[in-house]
């Protein structure tokens, strides 16, 4: 292993295997068990690994497993272990709750104080409902995990699913709308106003009806739905334990799906009554507006899944004819080949 230290750039760290002689073979090559590329490398940027980023120098520890990084402020150390999945979920697990958990959303935070952990600021943010339906779906699979499930794991996904009802319950158009965020003034959270701006037009903060002192943010894109639709099904199958929880999760499910399907596939915000930015699935838009070409792989992908998915679970002919209308007169199958070949610049994990 080497280790290169940088005046302001922090640590990386790179593993071989191999032979010096060997670096110039072809990448197909047998690079003594490594798989493809022979460098393993890591790279440790402050604050998250070191204290700051100018390293003075990096002394190898005495046990043979890490080293210490002298930097400007002091030593960090470092020791890189192998552990298993159950002991990493719970490390996870741990700072998550109840750091980062808001009325049932997953929510970044920040700190009053630099590396106190104890005056963390819960925020607001304009993907709290796909950031919460990742979680969701990893808590799920962590329950289905074990052979007799971790009630833990599902308990913290039903929470989770609770936070998604009430983004939804919240805009008084429940279940055929859903918001981006809501806050609740009095708790201080970062990015919820201190009011209403009754000239804002787009992306836009509204009072929450019937729930005083509340507000909840509008204008929810299609990465957001992406999110939710991913996380009912699997709540669906494999957290909601009763009739009367399965109920509440095909009722969100189904009242947003059936809502975009009898407004022409948009998805109207009951604020403007106009479709939201992102908001339309429709083959206008996605076949027949060129500004909308890098958006035709992946909406054309999601209304897909989202009907077989709707249809998988109620067999209802809505969901069955909408899926065949846009496959056999609209190719949407042709469309899909695209999703992801349009910008390999363009790239997150929320979109995949």
């Known amino acids: 292993m080497v280790y290169t230290g940088s005046s302001d750039a922090g640590m990386a760290r790179v593993h071989s295997n191999t032979d010096p002689t060997q670096l110039d073979i072809n990448i197909e090559g047998n690079h003594n068990g490594a798989k493809d590329d022979p460098w393993t490398w890591k790279y440790f940027y402050g604050p998250r690994y070191l204290i700051d980023n100018t390293v003075k120098s990096i002394v190898p520890a005495v046990d043979g497993k890490g080293v210490f990084v002298m930097t400007s402020t002091g030593a960090s150390y470092m020791r890189l272990d192998s552990i298993t999945l159950d002991i990493k979920a719970k490390v996870m697990e741990t700072m998550q709750y109840p750091r980062h958990d808001r009325h049932g959303i997953i929510n970044p935070t920040s700190l009053k104080v630099y590396g106190d952990l104890s005056t963390y600021v819960l925020s607001c943010g304009d993907n709290d409902g796909l950031w919460t339906s990742m979680a969701v779906i990893g808590l799920a699979y962590r329950h289905m995990s074990e052979k007799h499930g971790n009630e ?95 109920g509440r999760v095909l009722r969100l499910m189904e009242g947003l799906l059936e809502g975009i399907i009898e407004n022409d596939l948009y998805f109207i915000s009951p604020e403007t009554g106009k479709r939201t930015l992102w908001g339309f699935w429709n083959p206008k838009e996605l076949n027949d507006m060129p500004e909308h070409y890098s958006e035709r792989g992946t909406n054309s992908l999601e209304i897909l899944a989202w009907c077989a998915s709707a249809y998988s679970i109620t067999g209802k002919d809505i969901y069955y004819n909408q899926f065949w209308e846009l496959v056999k007169n609209h190719n949407y199958v042709a469309n899909t080949l695209n999703v992801k070949i349009d910008s390999a610049l363009d790239e997150n994990h929320s979109d995949t």
């Open 152 to 246: 833990a794991a599902r308990a913290s996904a039903w929470r989770g699913f609770e936070g998604l009802e009430g983004l939804s319950t919240i805009t008084g158009a429940y279940p055929r709308y859903t918001a981006r965020s809501f806050c609740k003034v009095s708790d201080g959270n970062n990015g919820c106003p201190d009011s209403i701006d009754p000239e804002c037009v787009d992306d836009c903060w509204y009072y929450a009806p019937d729930n005083e002192g509340w507000y909840y943010k509008g204008d929810t894109s299609s990465d957001e739905l992406s999110g939710h639709f991913a996380a009912y099904a699997i709540l669906y199958d494999q957290v909601a334990q009763t009739e009367e929880q399965k």
